[in-house]
């Protein structure tokens, strides 16, 4: 029997997930971390604490399974994506709060990028938009802001990674340092034609190529650990990929047209687009999904910034449910969302409108309006984006998509499963398995480890889907559809 640990370092938890070559989870443990919001706009993370939290999870793991931790063959890795941090060359220790990818601090210098005509040469080579939500604006705005870490940076000091990176580094004690393509690809600082850093991008970020990592494939090896001494001997460390790619691996949407959408602090969906590279239209960006045997595969992405997100704010900044969990009760007590609608531009709207400057707003309450129209409008919302995201795909891939693929801890909320294939009038096929971006970490760990060769080997391996099909009147669906249209427009 072989075992292999995932780990999922993710916005608002790590987890460490313990599965069977199958994929069946033998044991997982769970850690979360602060939300840091020093000021309106920014959003950081203690990547000390991840890193305590990491072991943690391992340790508790390691506790409970005694006898099989022994059967590990490797330690895979799953991640946040574009939130980076800077850390000690000598230490492997956090040298600023890591900036997280919903942070907005580095609006002015896209901003100043923009107006320098730069916009169009990085997406070029990126398949990205020039936005603050991915990190070379924000590792500038520290190079810019930070002299003491600028200077750092400048004498070697300093290295900077993704949260991988940083994980990798603190795992082997800093005897690797190295990312993944996938996460990579998330900086702004990478060519994902040629599959490599780009020199004049470095340079426009202000980031130096001495200070980034090497850049392997997804299931290649990253060095040996036991874990700070968790694990009974050294492992691998087998197996990299950020985590919405890692869900769209998970899924197995292995060939072009296949898509997936992660229900997660944000939203992610994925279409994958085949082997060549393919410039994005306004209002997605072109991903690469991964590479594998020196092939990449790349995908068009639609990026929400708020959708789980949302509803904690109904928890905890409103108070309106006291466990997101309650949502689904709560929407379902009204027969319809009362002509509320509920724009989450939070941190501005991502896809398809890419606007940094929107902010959020609740309308159409009337003196009938009640918490409940407010949670179903909350919901809806995540709905609503994903089928805008889905149908600006459809028209600028030129693909058509049959189903969808669903993950993430939302997917438990089967009103919105439901209003999702309602709204999108595509079948959704939601995996039973929660820990889907682990999951896919995992899969190229076992293809790294030779436990499997193929994804044709991956495609046979057993799944436990449950499947919505439409059910709402298609005309009820584009008038509900048509009136979420017109509140978005009030904010833009």
């Not at 800077?86 to 580095?106: E, K, N, S």
Request: charged residues 25%; aromatic residues 8%; positive net charge.
């Amino acid at each position: 029997m072989s075992l292999i640990l995932a780990i999922d370092q993710s916005t608002s938890a790590t987890k460490a997930v313990l599965f069977d070559a199958q994929g069946n989870i033998w044991d997982k443990a769970s850690r979360s971390h602060r939300q840091i919001y020093r000021r309106p706009g920014w959003v950081e993370h203690d990547a000390e604490e991840i890193w305590k939290n990491v072991l943690a999870a391992i340790a508790e793991i390691a506790r409970r399974n005694r006898r099989s931790i022994s059967q590990v063959i490797g330690l895979s890795l799953t991640n946040q994506r574009e939130t980076v941090l800077l850390f000690d060359r000598q230490t492997g220790r956090p040298l600023h709060p890591a900036i997280v990818w919903q942070d907005r601090r580095g609006d002015a210098i896209c901003e100043r990028l923009r107006r320098g005509g730069g916009e169009d040469f990085i997406r070029r080579k990126t398949g990205l938009k020039m936005d603050a939500y991915f990190s070379g604006p924000k590792i500038r705005w520290l190079v810019e802001n930070k002299p003491a870490l600028a200077a750092r940076i400048k004498h070697g000091e300093a290295l900077i990674g993704t949260m991988d990176t940083f994980l990798i580094y603190r795992l082997t004690d800093g005897k690797v340092l190295a990312t993944d393509f996938t996460n990579a690809s998330r900086t702004l600082l990478f060519d994902i034609g040629k599959l490599r850093w780009d020199e004049t991008l470095c340079g426009e970020f202000r980031v130096p190529r001495y200070a980034l990592p090497e850049v392997r494939e997804s299931a290649a090896l990253y060095g040996r650990t036991d874990v700070n001494g968790l694990l009974p001997g050294q492992i691998p460390i087998a197996g990299v990929m950020g985590d919405s790619q890692a869900a769209l691996f998970a899924q197995r949407c292995f060939n072009p047209g296949e898509a997936k959408a992660t229900f997660g602090t944000g939203t992610s969906v994925l279409l994958n687009i085949g082997e060549k590279f393919k410039l994005p239209r306004r209002g997605v960006v072109t991903a690469l999904a991964w590479v594998l045997n020196g092939r990449p595969t790349y995908a068009a992405e639609g990026l929400i910034n708020f959708s789980a997100a949302t509803v904690e704010w109904l928890t905890h900044q409103l108070g309106l449910i006291r466990d997101p969990a309650e949502a689904e009760k709560l929407a379902m007590r009204v027969a319809d969302n009362g002509g509320v609608y509920l724009v989450p531009a939070f941190a501005g709207l991502g896809a398809p409108y890419w606007s940094p400057q929107a902010r959020a707003a609740l309308l159409g309450m009337t003196a009938h309006t009640c918490k409940e129209h407010v949670v179903r409008a909350a919901l809806e919302a995540i709905a609503y984006q994903i089928r805008e995201v889905l149908d600006l795909m459809r028209r600028t891939a030129k693909r058509e998509v049959h189903r969808l693929h669903a993950d993430g801890g939302a997917t438990r909320n089967e009103f919105l499963m439901q209003l999702t294939a309602d709204l999108t009038r595509l079948e959704l096929r939601v995996a039973e398995l929660a820990e889907s971006s682990a999951w896919g970490a995992a899969m190229n760990g076992l293809l790294a480890r030779g436990v499997y060769s193929s994804l044709d080997e991956l495609r046979q391996l057993p799944r436990q889907q449950k499947i919505f099909r439409p059910r709402m009147r298609p005309a009820l669906a584009e008038r509900n559809y048509a009136g979420w249209k017109q509140a978005v427009q009030r904010v833009l």
